[in-house]
T-cell receptor, first 115, second 113 residues
Framework: GAVVSQHPSRVICKSGTSVKIECRSL??????MFWYRQFPKQSLMLMAT?????????EQGVEKDKFLINHASLTLSTLTVTSAHPEDSSFYIC???????????FGPGTRLTVL | GENVEQHPSTLSVQEGDSAVIKCTYS??????FPWYKQELGKRPQLIID?????GEKKDQRIAVTLNKTAKHFSLHITETQPEDSAVYFC????????????FGKGTKLTVNP
């Protein structure tokens, strides 16, 4: 089946620093990648939709200047949390869509802790 | 936009019993309804999905039903086992799943031995 990886799996950073999370589709080309955030004991909330070669589409209430998304190739999308604060601590999960299968495949997630 | 409601938020059953989780959606344009199982700290795993051109789908102990008129769909797990214990999420999407997924709030299922 289609495999999506994320790196890093866990990251701890100081308040005010920036953190980059990578999402890769390993065995298929992903024309679209989605970034979700999940707070403890809550559901997945879509942050943005990322299409290869174009600007990401952000959901209402998500600051595009704080959460920078780059989808430079058909197998890689990155999410950069800029000037991170403790309230940004969360589980960030990406998913990638295979155009051929019309299904989304989730990455393993990245646990971000901001001190 | 789409809004997905999920009930119950917690469900506790005895091993061997059946479990039913229900979801409603608001956007009649949604046509793809997946169900995910998520264990603590792990990614959501697709367990079954249904598209709007069918009313029911079954895979061993798991089944999903869809009522397009009423805009609701349900997950049925029969002969539950302790390893079924997890958080289950329903979701809805347009364009057969190629669009963004809108998730329900989740149901924590506990299967007691």
């Amino acid at each position: 089946g289609a495999v999506v990886s994320q790196h890093p799996s866990r990251v701890i950073c100081k308040s005010g620093t920036s953190v980059k999370i990578e999402c890769r589709s390993l065995d298929f080309q992903a024309t679209t990648m989605f970034w979700y955030r999940q707070f403890p004991k809550q559901s997945l909330m879509l942050m943005a939709t990322s299409n290869e070669g174009s600007k990401a589409t952000y959901e209402q209430g998500v600051e595009k200047d704080k959460f920078l998304i780059n989808h430079a190739s058909l197998t890689l999308s990155t999410l950069t949390v800029t000037s991170a604060h403790p309230e940004d601590s969360s589980f960030y999960i990406c998913s990638a869509r295979s155009g051929a299968l019309n299904e989304q495949f989730f990455g393993p997630g990245t646990r971000l802790t901001v001190l | 936009g789409e809004n997905v409601e999920q009930h119950p938020s917690t469900l506790s059953v005895q091993e061997g019993d059946s479990a039913v989780i229900k979801c409603t959606y608001s956007d009649s344009a949604s046509n793809y309804f997946p169900w995910y199982k998520q264990e603590l700290g792990k990614r959501p795993q697709l367990i079954i999905d249904i598209r709007s051109n069918v009313g029911e789908k079954k895979d061993q102990r798991i089944a999903v039903t869809l009522n397009k008129t009423a805009k609701h769909f349900s997950l049925h797990i029969t002969e539950t086992q302790p390893e079924d214990s997890a958080v289950y999420f329903c979701a809805a999407s347009k364009e057969g799943g190629s669009e963004k997924l809108v998730f329900g709030k989740g149901t924590k299922l506990t299967v007691n031995p």
